[in-house]
């Protein structure tokens, strides 16, 4: 086992937290080879929901050199974060972050100033109520270009039920914090907020560490 893994933090979500940056650089690799495979290959703009520390974008951003990558979140306090590590980095196609609260669309860009062809949610939904994932779905059907996808990475339950012993134990984990929200949310319930709002599950890919990818397209 890699140390990487022997050294978990204790469970903390804050976006700017050690957990939070261990888990990002456990999935990344994983997430980058899906998105090497479904984001556009020619010039378009992609949007990061929640984007936290920028750690995803300022990772990704790098491997597609012909695309604008947008990031985001309802916290203006890591976009310091945000811009530090697009300096570091020399990530040369990263925008500045943007406050963008899912449960105010007012935040939401004004489409006819910027439509998206891409955007990407990571590891939100399990520490967050269910009006965020609805919250996805409302911009998203705004904010993506027809045909435009949408995806979602996290530990999700299917059917109703646990696809992994270790899912179900962090599913326990997250109750057992006494946040009346916090817990795995169900693809189905995901995929009916998607409909809703003219968004259809396109595929449910199987990831590392009992994670899942979710693709929607408008």
Known sequence: MSQIYDNKPQLDPHPLSPYVAWAGERNRDAILEVLQERLPKSEGHVLEI????????CYFAPHFPHLRFHPSDVDEDVFDNIRKLKQEQGVSNLEAPVKLDL???????????????????????????????????????KLLKSGGLLYMYGPFKVNGEFSSESNQEFDKKLRSAGVPYWGL??????????????????????????????????
């Open 50 to 57: 929640a984007s936290g520390s920028g750690m995803h974008l």
């Open 103 to 141: 449960l105010s669309p007012d935040t939401w860009s004004n489409p006819s100033q910027q439509l998206f062809d891409f955007i990407i949610s990571i590891n939100i939904l399990q520490v967050a109520p269910f009006e965020v994932a609805e919250g996805i779905m409302k911009c998203s059907s």
């Open 185 to 218: 949310k169900d693809i189905a319930d995901v995929t009916s907020a998607a409909e809703v709002n003219g968004l259809r599950l396109k595929d449910k890919i199987d990831m590392p560490a009992n994670n899942f990818s979710l693709i929607f397209s408008k």
